[in-house]
């Protein structure tokens, strides 16, 4: 060893250095050659440490060594926590709003971090003690992060508790999703509501997450963005147009089946403007303020219906995609032909049977590689055209082998009477392949057919692989006769590469008859007749060709209904009892006078009539403090106090009565 007792104290193992004495150490490096002229950086790195005793000390240098080293192994370019949010708050009578949603950039600055290796992973919102208070005396009111493999995020850290480095949690996420707001009704710190007229403190962090299995930091938290509030019921003259949770109504123009709601998060900053929603060729949306002619919000991409969504101008607009799949079955040319219950789609198994035995069910319940597969989704968004023919049509083949199937008399190949059509987003027309599932594997398509399931139809199946793989249905398309071979089988062979979309069909298309196929009013659920034929609708998403419109309403203000809540303004605590809650020492006594306009002036007289105090506000808030002193900055004695308001623009008076207690006064010096 180089080293005297290089043991470790910790472990108790190796040499030790077990008598008590004053240690000096000094190290030397090299030997090494330099030439004239030749320089030598060398980079010093000084730890103190401090754990819970002399052994939890050792442990903690050798934890903080860590973080030294690999500072320097990174040349000192050391991760950046994500910037710190933008948070806002509205005051409303007993309640406030946190708003960290409301500006585009700042939110993209944050939620598009990445640092070496750090990502955006989510926010943290706190109640403070006080403005300059510290996270860690603060009381953790939500957490909102994205749905992903990171919740509890842990990383060594040194506990005071044990005096051990353990494995401890950092961030507690939850896979909330991402929501930008919230309502606070609780002073958590005294777990009671929220008292009009009282200062409370919030924060906002943004913190990021780093998956590396080796990162000695796995989490990194911003500074925190504070502000201070005060609930207060609305200005004196204002009255809210709309309530928080009111939903906005929309105008859509354009083909699209998706949805916009806006929903009032913050009634206070409604602009009363017009608004538009439009889409890009990408699929993002913008929020265009029409009235002023400015994009509010550009190029968003969730179409989920979510909350993560922005709040701009006071609202929430939520820009909802639909969802893929069949959005109506219609029948053109109808005779006695019906098609089965829509409602009856979801539920469907076992290959689209059902209880209620239809002519004809469409289903979406086949699947690739043996998983789950929406084939409703995939059919989006474009329809199909189902068309009933004179005579045999279609040829078809095996599902397994792509064998043409033979008629079980004749050994003719079998046909269907209907052709198969997709239908394009631009009107282009594709004729489509149609195979059988040769259930008991006969080689011929049967019509009724024992099955392990009861009395059936061997179902058809239809492919539309265009959206993978074109050159899949070239052939078909190419002969547009239902002769091609699909070219999809054998099963097994490329059953597994291939990403199938099927369609299930049952046909009675000879018109059997059974129990079976008697709906409850007992009608025949008979046979398409030649020329009939089906729609099947697909959703259609948000295009640039649709629109939706709609506006909000700004609240309101007048001189009369300034006036009219002249009545409300008041003075609390009163009777004032020697101090409240709110003042934060000894030296800080005062009453607060609500509800007051901009412009007034408030003298405060003894029951005598002399003159005591005289105070000017002219702001925007509604309150204003009285100290509880004279003029001449000494306290004011116990007693009753009148207090005349003049209030200059609105032409009024107004006269409250104040009592005040004072405690017993101990004067420091005399």
Same mark, same amino acid.
């Given at each position: ?75 000192? +370019? ?24 409301? +500006? ?7 939620? &598009? ?76 710190? /005294? +777990? ?38 005060? !609930? &207060? ?122 209880? +209620? ?14 998983? %789950? ?33 033979? %008629? ?13 059509? /997709? ?92 129990? %079976? ?71 800080? /006594? ?57 209030? !200059? ?22």
């Amino acid at each position: 060893t180089k080293f005297r007792v290089p043991g470790d104290p910790v472990a108790g193992t190796g040499w030790l250095d077990e008598n008590p004495g004053d240690r000096r150490m000094l190290m030397a490096s090299g030997p090494f050659t330099m030439a004239v002229g030749d320089t030598n950086q060398t980079v010093v790195s000084v730890i103190a440490a401090l754990g819970s005793d002399r052994l939890s000390s050792v442990s903690v240098l050798k934890f903080y060594d860590r973080f030294a080293q690999e500072a320097f192994d990174n040349l000192f +370019e050391l991760p950046k926590a994500p910037p710190s949010p933008a948070l806002q708050a509205t005051p409303f009578s007993g309640e406030i709003l946190l708003n960290w949603g409301f +500006e585009q950039a700042a939110v993209e600055d944050v939620e &598009q971090f990445e640092d070496k290796g750090f990502l955006f992973e989510g926010y943290n919102l706190y109640q403070l003690p006080s403005a300059g208070a510290d996270i860690s005396q603060g009381i953790k009111l939500a957490t909102y992060d994205l749905v992903n493999e990171a919740t509890v995020i842990t990383q060594e850290e040194f506990d005071d508790d044990s005096g051990l480095i353990l494995e401890l949690p950092v961030q507690q996420g939850k896979n909330t999703g991402l929501q930008r707001f919230q309502m606070i009704t609780t002073d958590q710190f /005294r +777990e009671k509501p929220l008292a009009d007229g009282q200062e409370y403190y919030f924060g906002i962090t943004a913190y990021s997450y780093n998956p590396d299995p080796d990162a000695t930091i796995k989490s990194l938290e911003s500074p925190v963005t504070v502000v201070s509030v005060v !609930p &207060q019921t609305l200005k004196p003259g204002v009255r809210l147009s709309q309530a928080g949770g009111d939903t906005l109504q929309v105008v859509h123009e354009g083909p699209g089946d998706g949805n916009v709601v806006p929903m009032v998060v913050d009634a206070t900053k409604l602009t009363g403007d017009n608004y538009s929603v439009t889409f890009n060729d990408g699929g993002t949306w913008n929020l265009l303020n029409s009235s002023q002619g400015d994009t509010v919000l550009k190029n968003q991409a969730n179409q989920s219906g979510d909350d993560n969504y922005l709040v701009v101008d006071g609202m929430l607009v939520k820009v909802i995609g639909p969802p893929p799949g069949i959005n109506s079955i219609v029948e053109l040319n109808p005779n006695t032909f019906e098609v089965a219950d829509p409602n009856l789609w979801a539920s469907l198994n076992n290959y689209g049977r059902s209880q +209620e035995w239809p002519t004809i069910v469409i289903t979406g319940t086949s699947t690739t590689n043996l998983s %789950d597969v929406d084939r409703f989704g995939l059919m989006s968004p474009k329809d199909y055209d189902i068309i009933f023919t004179e005579d045999d049509s279609t040829l078809l083949w095996d599902y397994f082998t792509d064998a043409v199937l033979k %008629d079980a008399t004749t050994g003719e190949p079998q046909f269907a009477p209907f052709t198969f059509w /997709r239908i394009d987003l631009d009107g282009t027309r594709t004729r489509l392949p149609v195979t059988i599932l040769d259930s008991d594997e006969d080689g011929t398509w049967n019509r009724v057919w024992d099955g392990v399931y009861g009395p059936a139809f061997e179902p058809l199946y239809v492919y539309d692989n265009a959206a993978y793989d074109p050159a899949l249905v070239d052939d078909y398309i190419a002969a547009d006769n239902g002769t091609a071979n699909p070219g999809y089988g054998p099963w097994g062979v490329n059953y597994p590469a291939v990403n199938r979309f099927t369609i299930g069909m049952y046909i009675d298309v000879d018109g059997y008859a059974s129990p %079976d196929q008697l709906d409850e009013d007992g009608y025949f659920l008979g046979p398409p007749a030649p020329g009939e034929y089906i729609r099947v609708i697909t959703n259609k998403p948000n295009s640039p060709a649709d629109t939706y419109t709609f506006s909000s309403q700004s609240p309101t203000s007048s001189k009369d209904l300034a006036l009219q809540d002249v009545e409300k303004i008041n003075v609390f605590p009163n009777p004032y009892y020697g101090f409240h809650r709110a003042e934060e020492n000894r030296f800080q /006594r005062y009453v607060t006078f609500n509800h007051l306009p901009q412009k007034a002036t408030m003298r405060v007289f003894t029951i005598a009539g002399d003159l005591v105090r005289t105070l000017e506000k002219d702001d925007e808030t509604q309150f204003a403090r009285w100290d509880l002193q004279n003029e001449n900055q000494l306290p004011v004695a116990s007693g009753m106090y009148l207090v005349h308001i003049d209030m !200059p623009d609105l032409g009024v008076e107004k006269v409250l009565k104040v009592a005040v207690i004072r405690e017993e006064q101990f004067l420091p010096n005399f």
